[in-house]
């Protein structure tokens, strides 16, 4: 996380991170006065996967200014905010994802896929992550993150 945050530094980028009253974070980024990105998670909110009542890390919202998207801004504030998340709730085995972006889910080249999100079975409106593979693939996601 720390070689992150020197890459963000070096290049002018700000991140901030600041807890919300309803259990979870809001990351954002910031170049000059200009805000960049931001994503919003928040934990503990029981959700029906493989049909166990189960805690996720929920991603509510990521957005990228239009300015700065694809140069793997969003990529490397979704990176940051699951690992930050999963440090702070150790032991959440799931994240589900809130996306209502009006672009094909599950190309590869989809962001939210290309971490590892798949469809819920049984309901192509849910889409989930399991958190142990995602930590499987940690480095190699983390290699893509620096591309900035």
Known sequence: MHELEQRLSAKGFRLQVDPMEDFGFVYSLSKGIEETAYLVI????????????????HVRDLWVNKDY???GIGRLLLFYGLCHAMRQCPGIPYSDLE????????????????????????????????????KRNQDA???????I
């Not at 934990?43 to 029906?48: F, L, N, T």
């Not at 996601?141 to 591309?147: A, E, M, V």
């Open 42 to 57: 928040t934990h503990g909110i029981e959700y029906k996967i493989e049909e166990i009542e189960q805690p996720v890390i």
């Open 69 to 71: 998207r694809h140069r």
């Open 99 to 134: 996306d209502d972006t009006d672009f094909p889910f599950d190309e590869p080249g989809n962001l939210y896929y290309a971490f590892g999100y798949r469809f819920k079975e049984g309901d192509p409106q849910e889409k989930w992550l399991d958190l142990k593979e995602f």
């Open 141 to 147: 996601l983390f290699h893509t993150c620096l591309i």
